[in-house]
């Protein structure tokens, strides 16, 4: 057992330990909002978790998949963290390809180099109006 070692941990304190949230308010959002999966059930933020759990956490349009293999209520070092769960390498690869469509995506659809001033949003907003109105 390593100093981190823990016999009973809360999902939402682990999520925050491992650094997959900056907060336990955030993680216990983001559970509560069906974001994270323990064991493919939606769950509590106080379910209590067990090493071999798999997780599934969808933060950001990115999925991850993960099984639990150290208990930890203390937030630690990156370093640290990465050693609390493993992934499997099918999600690593499927979150790569994701990311990658998204850059692909990005690249295709450029922001402009500035915002629209006021005399162009009111060009916009016109331009809107009159379309909306053509379609009802």
């Known amino acids: 057992m390593s100093g981190l070692q823990a016999t009973r941990v809360r999902l939402d304190k682990w999520l925050w330990a491992a ?3 900056k907060t336990r308010t955030q993680a216990m959002e983001a559970i509560n909002g069906g974001h994270v999966r323990l064991n493919g ?3 509590k933020p106080g379910a209590p978790l067990q090493i071999g759990d798999q997780i599934l956490v969808r933060k950001q349009s990115l999925t991850f998949e993960l099984t639990v293999r150290e208990l930890s209520q203390r937030r630690g070092p990156a370093s640290v963290a990465q050693q609390l769960y493993s992934e499997e390498a099918e999600s690593i690869a499927r979150r790569e390809a994701q990311q990658a469509a998204q850059k692909e ?3 295709l ?3 402009p180099k500035r915002k629209p001033d006021k005399r162009e949003r009111r060009k916009i907003i016109r331009f ?3 379309h909306t109105q053509e379609r009802s």
């Open 128 to 130: 809107v109006n009159k």
């Open 19 to 21: 650094r997959f949230y």
């Open 105 to 107: 995506q990005a690249r």
């Open 109 to 111: 659809n450029p922001h």
């Open 41 to 43: 059930q939606r769950t």
